[in-house]
């Protein structure tokens, strides 16, 4: 019996992309493969959302403090009591300076990568001992072979980057500067006053905003409701989940 020869041959192509034109990002929803992920403006909207409510939690926990430091060195020595309590109140609304003249700048990278790949392989097998007297099957069922592999595969990668700079004003505010359903409206929580986002919003400009009205919200009243309502927002806590208007982005 000549000795047993047998080849296995296997051929795999696969292509992955997103886009081949690199002065165009498309629209990742028209991508079957992406076609749950949100459409591009949404990537930048979620960004300055997420900045903007930063800046809003951050000037309200400013206000804070500076109420609460005021009057720390004339409480040192005739009120105990309100010193400690005002430097809680300080060391739990930790914040960072921010200049209201000044704009917060982001860049935003956006890569699209297109992948093609081809590969050929090519398994020889071959007896390593004489395999006199022995079937093909038993052959295989004893292991004793050897292998050869060949499989030569090519691979060509395309990139096409885009940058988005995103500059936010670091004065800004997560509403219109008053209420645009009902103006001058005496049922807006008074908490409004350290912060728009408690004005009514009509609903054909609802898009825009990065939150929906928490006018309901009317036992909001004082800097410190207010912040903890901003806070909830930051961190999408279940009680103000159903007014955000954008979406979220998770590190």
């Given at each position: 019996m000549k000795p047993a020869l047998f080849f296995a041959l296997t051929l795999s192509l696969s292509i992955s992309a997103c886009a081949l034109d690199p002065y165009r990002i498309?629209?990742?929803?028209?991508?079957?493969?992406?076609?749950?992920?949100?459409?591009?403006?949404?990537?930048?909207?979620?960004?300055?959302?997420?900045?903007?409510?930063?800046?809003?939690?951050?000037?309200?926990?400013?206000?804070?403090?500076?109420?609460?430091?005021?009057?720390?060195?004339?409480?040192f020595l005739d009120s105990p009591n309100s010193y400690h309590r005002h430097v809680d109140i300080i060391r739990s609304n930790a914040n960072i300076?921010?200049?209201?003249?000044?704009?917060?700048?982001?860049?935003?990278?956006?890569?699209?990568?297109?992948?093609?790949?081809?590969?050929?392989?090519?398994?020889?097998?071959?007896?390593?001992?004489?395999?006199?007297?022995?079937?093909?099957?038993?052959?295989?069922?004893?292991?004793?072979?050897?292998?050869?592999?060949?499989?030569p595969s090519y691979v060509d990668t395309l990139t096409a980057e885009f940058g988005t700079p995103i500059g936010v004003a670091q004065y800004s505010d997560l509403g219109p500067k008053e209420s645009l359903i009902n103006r001058n409206d005496p049922d807006v929580p008074r908490a409004v006053r350290y912060s728009t986002v408690y004005n009514q919003i009509p609903e054909e400009d609802a898009g825009f905003y990065c939150y929906?009205?928490?006018?309901?919200?009317?036992?909001?009243?004082?800097?410190?409701?207010?912040?903890?309502?901003?806070?909830?927002?930051?961190?999408?806590?279940?009680?103000?989940?159903?007014?955000?208007?954008?979406?979220?982005?998770?590190i």
């Amino acid at each position: 019996m000549k000795p047993a020869l047998f080849f296995a041959l296997t051929l795999s192509l696969s292509i992955s992309a997103c886009a081949l034109d690199p002065y165009r990002i498309p629209d990742p929803s028209n991508i079957p493969l992406y076609g749950q992920h949100p459409r591009y403006p949404d990537y930048v909207k979620s960004l300055r959302c997420e900045i903007t409510t930063f800046i809003v939690e951050n000037k309200l926990r400013g206000l804070i403090t500076e109420e609460a430091s005021r009057n720390l060195k004339s409480e040192f020595l005739d009120s105990p009591n309100s010193y400690h309590r005002h430097v809680d109140i300080i060391r739990s609304n930790a914040n960072i300076a921010l200049d209201s003249k000044q704009l917060s700048y982001v860049f935003m990278d956006t890569k699209n990568i297109i992948v093609n790949n081809a590969s050929f392989g090519l398994d020889w097998k071959k007896p390593s001992s004489d395999p006199k007297g022995t079937t093909l099957g038993q052959l295989l069922r004893s292991g004793d072979l050897r292998d050869a592999h060949f499989g030569p595969s090519y691979v060509d990668t395309l990139t096409a980057e885009f940058g988005t700079p995103i500059g936010v004003a670091q004065y800004s505010d997560l509403g219109p500067k008053e209420s645009l359903i009902n103006r001058n409206d005496p049922d807006v929580p008074r908490a409004v006053r350290y912060s728009t986002v408690y004005n009514q919003i009509p609903e054909e400009d609802a898009g825009f905003y990065c939150y929906k009205s928490l006018y309901p919200l009317e036992t909001s009243v004082t800097k410190e409701d207010a912040a903890k309502d901003v806070q909830d927002l930051l961190l999408n806590s279940n009680r103000l989940a159903k007014f955000v208007n954008f979406d979220r982005i998770y590190i």
